[in-house]
């Protein structure tokens, strides 16, 4: 096949021609400064009250509790940072402390780090064998100080989806924050932040057609979250900067486009994705596929091979111009097993041999026959070597 097979979805997916189309007039005509008096600022306000509105829209939220940001990573931040700051502020001083996954990105296990360092508290709930979170746990594991739970919608290695709803009731019963990090599952599976009382959302655009570095968090009006970046009066004084006027306005295009497919592209991507994780597992000995069965991303196929490294067979991969990650994208580089895995109990034997299949827009059946053929040469090839 001459062309690039790309299944790494997960990690970033291309700018959709028509969000490039929509942003483009934001770049050289209407680049007035959204924060000026005159008409021609107007342009960029209404252009990012509009994205606004639409997103707002797809979570079943008011326009006023959407805040843009940089990414997944800075909404993440602000989220679990400044919850824990509304606690201090609110209880004398007093530290707080956060309920959360192992199975998280790291935008949230270092974020909770930080916190620690700072003479917060995190804890780590229990995980099952298919990376959920065993409900149970919470109860048993709150403090007195516990103020956020944070738990993520959709797993950005083996694609589990968490049980949300239960968590969000769960919450709230407790009088917690609930904050969950969306960025895997936003555009990809719909989302009721009143019906699953979720408090706090983090998305990225870059994980559903839009441009990289542009991201919101959802925070529900009540929850009188601090501001996190302190400037200007952008975003309501919550977070300060002349806003990235093409990338939000990207961002609300690709949010219409991800929420009209929906339906139609999770049945699609899903037929393909069990075409090909079928043949994998029939046709390739040793073989293991990660995460939950039932409760799982479309777009998600992941497995462990023995006896291979992950890393290697990803670099091999891509000689044969398929695109595939051996983890999580934003880790790679790193030897380690993957913590998502180990969370898991998924020992280093299998652990070392993680491959992530991510499937979108653009996937065809011809390409996951040709990658299942290049994928058995090169677990069979490193085998016969190692
Ligand atoms: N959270 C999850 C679950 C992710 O998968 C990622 C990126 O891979 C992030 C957060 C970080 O998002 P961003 O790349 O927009 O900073």
Redesign the pocket.
């Known amino acids: 096949m001459n062309k690039m097979i790309y299944l790494d979805h ?3 997916t291309k700018t959709l021609p028509e969000v490039a189309e929509a942003m483009a007039p934001y770049q050289d005509i209407y680049y007035g400064n959204p924060s000026t008096i005159y008409e021609f600022g107007e342009k960029s306000r209404d252009a990012i009250e509009r994205a606004r509105g639409m997103i707002a829209g797809t979570i079943h939220a008011r326009p006023e509790e959407i805040f843009f940001t ?7 931040n602000w989220a679990l940072k400044e919850a824990v700051h509304l606690y201090e502020r609110t209880h004398g001083g007093r530290k707080g402390h956060i309920l959360t996954t192992p199975v ?5 296990l270092n974020s909770c780090e930080e916190l620690k360092q700072m003479g917060c508290g995190a804890t780590y709930l229990d995980v099952d064998e298919s990376g959920r979170v065993i409900l149970s746990d919470i109860e048993n594991r709150m403090e007195e100080n516990t103020c956020l739970v944070s738990v ?1 919608y ?3 290695e083996i694609g589990t989806i968490e049980p949300v709803d239960e968590l969000g009731r769960m919450a709230k019963k407790h009088k917690l924050i609930f904050h969950t ?1 969306a ?2 599952a936003y555009g990809h599976l719909p989302i009721h932040v009143q019906r699953e009382n979720i408090d706090m959302l ?1 998305a ?4 559903f057609g839009g441009p ?2 542009v ?1 919101f968090l959802y925070i529900r009006s009540e929850i009188n979250l601090p501001a996190f970046i302190h400037g200007g009066g952008q975003e309501n004084s919550m977070r300060a900067g002349t806003e990235n006027v093409p990338g939000i306005v990207g961002m609300g295009k690709a949010a219409e486009l991800a929420h009209r497919r929906m339906k139609q592209e999770r049945r699609r991507v899903k037929y393909l994705r069990d075409y090909l994780a079928y043949r994998i597992l029939q046709e390739i000995p040793d073989v293991r596929m990660t995460g939950s069965r039932k409760y799982r991303l479309a777009n998600n196929a992941s497995f462990c091979f023995k006896g291979i490294t992950g890393e290697a067979a990803a670099i091999l991969l891509d000689t044969q111009g398929i695109c595939v990650s051996s983890g ?3 880790s790679t580089g790193s030897i380690e097993d993957s913590h998502v895995l180990k969370a898991t109990g998924i020992g280093s034997e299998w652990a070392q041999g993680a491959l992530r299949f991510t499937l979108g827009a653009e996937n065809t059946k011809e390409e996951m026959a040709y990658t299942v053929e290049r994928v058995k040469m090169v677990v069979a090839d490193m085998r016969g070597h190692a």
Not at 70 to 76: F, H, I, K, L, R
Not at 204 to 207: N, P, T, Y
Request: with cysteine; net charge negative; aromatic share 0%.
């Open positions: 997960a990690a970033t940089s990414g997944g990573t800075e909404s993440d998280e990105h790291h935008a949230i993520m959709a797993n950005n990090d960025v895997q983090s990225s655009a870059h994980k990289k570095g991201g999580s994208a934003c």
